[in-house]
């Protein structure tokens, strides 16, 4: 069974930086376009940031030029590096993993980031 789990979410102080995780276990990393989503309380769940094997990577605009993704195959991780945080980036974030083949959906628990001074 396909699991994701994420970590790395906590408080910061505007201007600051997180590392946000994501495993996935279950399956061959290398099938699934990985991607963050985040959703803030009142809000649609919105994409942060894509990535597909290869090394295509795709970012939302309000995140351009802060926020890196990436992923590391030998350890089935994705990571989103986010600098210059801001307090509209106060959200709890998701990791979703689509299947290529089958573009069967898998999501994460979520993990809160709050940036707050």
């Known amino acids: 069974q396909v699991q994701l789990v994420e970590s790395g979410g906590g408080l910061v102080q505007p201007g600051g930086s997180l590392r946000l995780s994501c495993a996935l276990s279950g399956s061959a990393f290398s099938f699934y376009t990985m991607g963050w989503y985040r959703q803030a309380p009142g809000n649609q769940r919105e994409l942060v940031a894509t990535?597909?094997?290869?090394?295509?990577?795709n970012y939302a605009d309000s995140v351009k030029g802060r926020f890196t993704i990436s992923r590391d195959s030998a350890k089935n991780t994705m990571f989103l590096q986010m600098d210059s945080l801001k307090p509209e980036d106060t959200a709890i974030y998701y990791c979703?993993?689509?299947?290529?083949?089958?573009?069967?959906?898998?999501w994460g628990q979520g993990t809160q980031v709050t940036i707050s001074s």
């Open positions: 990535s597909r094997t290869g090394g295509i990577t």
């Open positions: 979703n993993g689509m299947n290529r083949f089958s573009s069967r959906e898998y």
